[in-house]
C-alpha cells in the first residue's frame, strides 16, 4: 500500500512547484530604446519589442505574477508611456509588480518620482524601489541594481547609495550575458535569459547554485 504521508509530501511538493511555476521575473525590457535594440541586434526597435512583448506574452499566462525590476523604455516621457501602454494592453490578465530602475521615472532617485507613482500604478499591481522575498526561510531582496561595485564593464558603478549590499539578491542593470553574477546574486535581465522571463522555481535553483562560486 502506498504511504499516505509520503504521498501528502508529494502532492504538497507538487503544488509547491506549480505555484512557483505562476511566478516569473524579468528586467531591462527597453521598450522602444533603438540604441538597447541595436545591442541586441535589431535594426528595428519594434521588431525588438514585439520579440521582447511575445515572449511575455507566450510565457506568462493570465492570472500569473510577474515581477519587472526595472528599465521599461529608454526613460523619456514619451518612451515610457508608449511602453506602459503596450504592458497595460498586452499583459492585463497578468499580475504585475514593478522594481523601478534608474530609466523609470518612478524611481525615488528622481525628484518628481512621487508624481509620477499613480501613472505606473494604473499598470502595474504595486511599483516600489526594492522587495523582499522569504524562499526556503531565506530573505532574499530583488532590486534594479546589483550590490555596490558593479556596474557595466569600463564603467565606474554609480547609485551605489541606492544598492543592496545582502547576502542573496536578484537584480538587473547590468544587462548579462550569463545569470549568475556573483555569490548569492543572480541577473534577471532579458539577455541573460534568451529575451524570455524566468519563472521563479528555476531562478532559485541559479540563486541556491550561485552560491558555490569562488567569488
Known amino acids: 500500500m502506498d504511504n499516505p504521508v509520503l504521498l501528502a509530501k508529494h502532492e504538497r511538493a507538487k503544488a509547491t512547484l506549480a505555484d512557483m511555476s505562476a511566478t516569473w521575473f524579468s528586467s531591462d525590457l527597453h521598450l522602444g530604446h533603438r ?9 528595428d526597435p519594434d521588431d525588438h519589442d514585439e520579440v521582447i512583448l ?10 500569473d505574477k510577474l515581477w519587472i525590476l526595472g528599465d521599461l523604455s529608454s526613460g523619456s516621457r514619451g518612451a515610457e ?4 501602454t503596450l504592458i497595460g494592453n498586452r499583459l492585463g490578465d497578468v499580475e504585475k509588480h ?4 534608474n ?29 523582499r522575498v522569504k524562499w526556503e ?15 557595466h564593464p569600463g564603467m565606474p558603478s554609480r547609485y551605489d547609495e541606492l544598492r543592496l549590499n545582502v547576502p542573496l539578491l536578484v537584480h ?16 534577471v535581465g532579458v539577455e541573460a535569459w534568451n529575451l524570455q522571463p524566468v519563472p521563479e522555481h528555476l531562478l ?12
Open 103 to 131: 530609466h523609470d521615472s518612478c524611481h525615488p532617485l528622481f525628484r518628481e518620482a512621487y508624481q509620477r507613482q499613480a501613472r505606473f500604478l494604473e499598470v502595474f499591481d504595486s511599483v516600489q524601489p526594492f522587495q
Open 54 to 63: 511575445g515572449s511575455l506574452e507566450k510565457l506568462v499566462q493570465p492570472g
Open 204 to 215: 532559485r535553483q541559479q540563486l541556491w547554485d550561485s552560491l558555490e562560486l569562488p567569488y
Open 172 to 187: 538587473g542593470h547590468l544587462h548579462s550575458q550569463f545569470p549568475m553574477t556573483g555569490r548569492g546574486q543572480i541577473d
Open 137 to 151: 526561510g531565506e530573505d532574499v531582496y530583488l532590486s534594479h541594481f546589483p550590490r555596490p561595485g558593479q556596474d
Open 98 to 101: 514593478l522594481i523601478s530602475g
Open 81 to 84: 508611456e508608449r511602453a506602459l
Open 35 to 43: 540604441f538597447v535594440a541595436a545591442l541586441r541586434g535589431f535594426e
